[in-house]
């Protein structure tokens, strides 16, 4: 009997890589910068010229720099700034996140981004911040109060392989009010055992090869199309 098909968001840091995911059947990237650090606001041409050339959905991370997810005024005042901009653009979605120092959710501050987005009717992912959460499950309670549309996450471990449990009882502890999406080391190998264990309806990779003599890394279409095929094998048979 055949069920909801299982999709995957690529996480890219170049046009080149995100055209490389359309082609192996991504339903959606995220673009981002700085990838080594986790992940940073692109560039206006960037995002520019992704959603010009994409046919597929894209999202754009809104992190105005690597570490932690406490931000001053002047980096907030950037992070909304830059979602208007993604809006403008005509982006249909953003990912973001902020958390209080005692390691809860910042209501006031992710409450007014995603008023922001909303008003440009892009959905709203938040990001592996949550991971950073003191408490998982209560934490995941205030962002479904919040609005957003999913949340990425590991699981709060190093890869999404290792956290499968835990995001397991989360999807169950969510059930129709947000998407739970894992992402974090996720690869072609461990994707199969990881549908299994946790029943998720999306996930989150960036499925790269090295390229010129290894001196670059970019998305894999082989890679994404045999993500997807994985995915999606016991689900649709």
């Known amino acids: ?11 890219v840091d170049s046009i080149d890589s995100a055209l490389a995911a359309q ?20 560039s206006l041409a960037q995002i520019q010229i992704a959603r010009k050339l994409l046919n597929i959905k894209l999202h754009v991370i809104i992190r105005p720099r690597g570490g932690d997810f406490l931000y001053n005024d002047i980096e907030f005042e950037r992070m909304k700034q830059e979602i208007r901009m993604c809006g403008e653009a005509g982006c249909d979605g953003v990912a973001t996140g902020i958390l209080c120092a005692d390691g809860n959710i910042d209501f006031q501050r992710n409450s007014e981004l995603i008023h922001i987005a909303h008003q440009y009717s892009m959905s709203v992912t938040f990001h592996r911040a949550f991971d950073r959460c003191r408490n998982l499950f209560q934490s995941m309670e205030d962002i479904i109060r919040l609005g957003c549309n999913r949340i990425l996450t590991s699981g709060g471990k190093d890869s999404a392989y290792e956290g ?28 199969a055992a990881l549908v299994k264990t946790t029943g998720l309806k999306e996930f989150h990779g960036t499925f790269r090869s090295q390229y010129n003599d290894g001196m670059q890394w970019i998305t894999d279409t082989f890679k994404v199309k045999e993500a997807i095929r994985i995915a ?3 689900t649709n048979t």
């Open 1 to 11: 009997m055949n069920q909801e098909k299982i999709i995957l968001e690529v996480c």
């Open 23 to 42: 082609a192996g059947g991504a339903f959606r990237v995220e673009l981002c910068d700085n990838l080594e650090e986790g992940g940073t606001t692109p």
């Open 164 to 191: 499968r449990e835990i995001i397991r009882e989360l999807i169950q502890q969510a059930g129709e009010r947000i998407i739970i999406m894992p992402g974090a080391g996720i690869t072609v190998e461990n994707i």
């Open 232 to 234: 999606n094998y016991k």
